[in-house]
Nanobody
Framework: QVQLVESGGGLVQAGDSLRLSCAAS????MGWFRQAPGKEREFVAA????????FYADSVKGRFTLSRDNARNTAYLQMNSLKPDDTAIYYC????????????????WGQGTQVTVSS
């Protein structure tokens, strides 16, 4: 069983930045999804183990950057120019085994961290 520990959520104003972290108990492809109230969980970004290729949803491309530290088995989601529409619970995922853009494509999930962006 893979353990995922997320951190870094909070309340910020529009235009601010936040960095989310997800520490895994091993080295896996990792991703981030988010779920706003009343909406389905949606793909945000993903990164493979090596060479660390990244993939982004169109809604965050150019504003969010996903990176990883393989020595620490940790992925970092740097979120810049945050908008109120980015408000959601952000979930870390690990060990992709299918379409990385779908929730069914991942085996393990973190508990989620709340990100709230005020206007």
């Amino acid at each position: 069983q893979v353990q995922l520990v997320e951190s870094g959520g909070g309340l910020v104003q529009a235009g601010d930045s936040l960095r989310l972290s997800c520490a895994a108990s091993g080295r896996y492809p990792m991703g981030w999804f988010r779920q706003a109230p009343g909406k389905e969980r949606e793909f945000v970004a993903a990164i493979n183990t090596s060479p660390g290729s990244t993939f982004y949803a169109d809604s965050v491309k150019g504003r969010f950057t996903l990176s990883r530290d393989n020595a620490r088995n940790t992925a970092y989601l740097q979120m810049n120019s945050l908008k109120p529409d980015d408000t959601a619970i952000y979930y870390c995922a690990a060990d992709a085994e299918g379409d990385y853009r779908t929730t069914s494509g991942w085996r393990f999930w973190g508990q989620g961290t709340q990100v709230t962006v005020s206007s």
